[in-house]
């Protein structure tokens, strides 16, 4: 990293404001993006980073408590009206994109109105960055929200050197041509502004480059795209988390408490999960699968609990409140076949955790069952690889998950297949220590020498290499 001041993009700002008995708080939030962006090693004469983000609070809420915002970074909140938010957000971002990106075209709810929202708002925040945006800034532009943004901010200020990052899976040719082809090109075009582009896996990176060779025209040289106005460099940048950060907390006493209480709660084999509420999580194939293994081995009915917290996300979509039902059916009828008086097999929880009771849920459960139909990444998983200092605890991961390139020692699994799930439940719930201790120690050796900070620092040295190459005029 160099002094260059850093501007970055994302959809939510990492703060959100609560006002309790008149009094209002501040609240940090979580989640992968924050602790990378957070965690980024920025040499101490670096100006203050600016985060640009879309405010779901009030510009008179703002005004008035932003002082209570105090951070190593300046914050700039977009204000969107209220129908804008929800075509952009709900609407082209979440009911087409998302769907689209993650193999789910039945779910897409393409309109155009939601399309001209999601246009709205690129432009909206772009007029933000520019009016920011001083020469030697970095600008980094996060996920699926603002694939339009880097060609809108090329064409107001030609020389920046801006960065993109994609979360989410980017989807094979066949699944993106299912976009109208205005929009497919105007979404193409949109990523060719910036000078860097990354994806989690080498997969994605190379569907993007099959999709601007078909879409658009423009082939790739390893990796770089060459157009008459811009030259684009793809990367492949698999996040990673904050290793040490989840390592250490296991042994934190509020950790070791919480995971004595579930212990003795439920002193039988404990399987875990945790997600957003997501039909991209595949927890209705989970569900499937442990009906599976105590249909075929009632063995071990009293045997065993699956704790699955899902943390509520997206409820205003049709598609996400309708899995909220479709879930708390299936643990329902789960619950009242194999349940007896004094048992129940599922243990569901429709809210979040402390971070602490994560950390005890991953360090108490024997399992960790995590089978998304489709995920850039995960995070989950590697955190629960972390926090293992006791190198136990079985791994079930969906091979359809990024995390799964990485996570070779887990039990791979395809999520749609209940049997072969099933198949790997029981064959973790009676895995030797040494077996799992020789997995854990792999995964953890591989997960820890890249971690998130590692990740962004990468990301940035990267895309400084790209600015360095246009001013010095050589081919990148
Ligand atoms: C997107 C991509 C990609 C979850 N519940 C609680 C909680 N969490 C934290 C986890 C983890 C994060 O949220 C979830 O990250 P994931 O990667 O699993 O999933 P998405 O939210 O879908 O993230 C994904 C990621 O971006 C990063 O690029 O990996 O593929 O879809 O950090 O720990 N944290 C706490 N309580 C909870 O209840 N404290």
């Known amino acids: 990293m160099n002094d260059n001041r850093l501007i970055i993009i994302s959809y939510r700002l990492p703060f959100s404001f609560k006002t309790e008995n008149r009094v209002t708080s501040v609240k940090a939030s979580a989640g992968g993006l924050v602790t990378a962006v957070k965690s980024l090693d920025l040499p101490p004469s670096a100006p203050k980073p600016v985060w640009v983000g879309c405010a779901d609070f009030s510009q008179r809420v703002w005004e008035k408590h932003k002082h209570l915002v105090n951070d190593d970074f300046e914050y700039v909140p977009v204000f969107l009206d209220k129908t804008t938010n929800k075509g952009f957000y709900n609407g082209f971002a979440n009911s087409v994109l998302w769907p689209l990106f993650h193999y789910f075209p039945a779910y897409i709810d393409y309109h155009d109105d939601y399309l001209t929202a999601y246009k709205a708002a690129n432009q909206a925040v772009c007029d933000k960055v520019v009016e920011l945006l001083q020469p030697d800034d970095l600008v980094w532009v996060h996920d699926y929200h603002f694939l339009p943004l880097p060609m809108l901010i090329r064409q107001s200020q030609p020389s920046a050197t801006i960065g993109f990052f994609l979360h989410i ?6 699944l993106l041509r299912l976009l109208p082809g205005k929009c497919r090109s105007y979404l193409l075009n949109g990523l060719l502004g910036a000078n860097l582009v990354g994806f989690h896996t080498t997969d994605y990176r190379v569907h993007f480059l099959q999709s601007v060779r078909l879409s658009l025209g423009f082939s790739h040289r390893l990796g770089t795209i060459v157009t ?29 408490q919480e995971r004595l209480d579930l212990k003795r709660s439920y002193p039988d084999k404990i399987i875990f999960s945790v997600d957003r509420l997501d039909y991209t999580k595949g927890v209705m194939q989970r569900l499937d699968a442990l009906e599976v293994l105590l249909k075929q081995h009632p063995d071990w009915i009293e045997k065993l609990v699956f704790i699955l917290v899902v943390v509520p996300s997206r409820d205003q979509i049709q598609t996400y409140w309708e899995r909220k039902q479709m879930i708390e059916q299936a643990v329902g ?89 099933a198949d790997r439940l029981l064959y973790a719930l009676t895995m030797p220590p040494d077996e799992q201790r020789q997995r854990m120690i792999t995964m953890q050796a591989r997960i820890s020498g890249y971690d998130v900070r590692q990740w962004a620092n990468d990301f940035i040295d990267a895309l400084l290499t790209t600015q360095q190459a246009d001013q010095t005029g050589q081919a990148v």
């Open 333 to 421: 009828r789960i619950n009242g076949q194999f349940g007896t008086l004094t048992w129940l097999p599922i243990v569901y929880r429709y809210s979040d955790v402390t971070f602490s009771q994560l950390v005890a849920l991953y360090t108490a459960c024997d399992i960790a069952l995590i089978t998304p139909v489709r995920d850039g990444m995960n995070l989950v998983a590697k955190e629960f690889v972390a926090s293992r200092q006791d190198q136990q605890g079985v791994l079930i991961l969906s091979e359809l998950t990024g995390a799964a390139n990485e996570l070779g020692e887990a039990l791979l699994v395809n999520p749609l297949d209940e049997y072969e799930v």
């Open 169 to 174: 899976p980017f989807p094979s040719y066949e």
């Open 228 to 256: 008459p106005q811009t030259k684009v460099q793809t990367g492949t940048f698999p996040i990673g988390i904050n290793y040490s950060l989840f390592h250490d907390a296991s042994a934190d006493e509020e950790v070791v």
